[in-house]
């Protein structure tokens, strides 16, 4: 079992920032890869940001030169800096883990935290 938390989430005016933080307990950090996703209200959830063992690292379209992830597996935890915020970013952001490789497919990962709300206001 992994147990994940998120943080970080608020409200922030477009063009902005946010951190966002997983923390995860349980089995051996290191050896999951960890993953961001967000679900807007109506919408599906769609995979943001993923990051494996030793850094490598998936980014969507809509995540590329905006959003930055990164994990330091000495502290268990897996960050998203989020910049240059719009309003169509606003959503529940999930940070989730799934042992193995690197992959933006949603029903791959195992294990999933509670969200942290992200709103952008224009």
């Known amino acids: 079992q992994v147990q994940l938390v998120e943080s970080g989430g608020g409200l922030v005016q477009a063009g902005g920032s946010l951190r966002l933080s997983c923390a995860a307990s349980?089995?051996?950090?290191?050896?999951?890869?960890m993953g961001w996703f967000r679900q807007a209200p109506g919408k599906e959830r769609e995979f943001v940001v993923a990051?494996?063992?030793?850094?490598?690292?998936l980014y969507s379209d809509p995540a590329k030169g905006r959003f930055t992830i990164s994990r330091d597996n000495a502290q268990n935890t897996v960050y998203l800096q989020l910049n240059s915020l719009k309003p169509e970013d606003t959503a529940v952001y999930y940070c989730?883990?799934?042992?193995?490789?690197?992959?933006?497919?949603?029903?791959?990962?195992?294990?999933w935290g509670q969200g942290t709300q992200v709103t952008v206001s224009s």
């Open positions: 989730a883990a799934k042992p193995g490789f690197l992959s933006s497919w949603v029903t791959l990962y195992e294990y």
């Open positions: 349980g089995r051996t950090f290191s050896a999951y890869a």
């Open positions: 990051i494996n063992w030793n850094g490598n690292t």
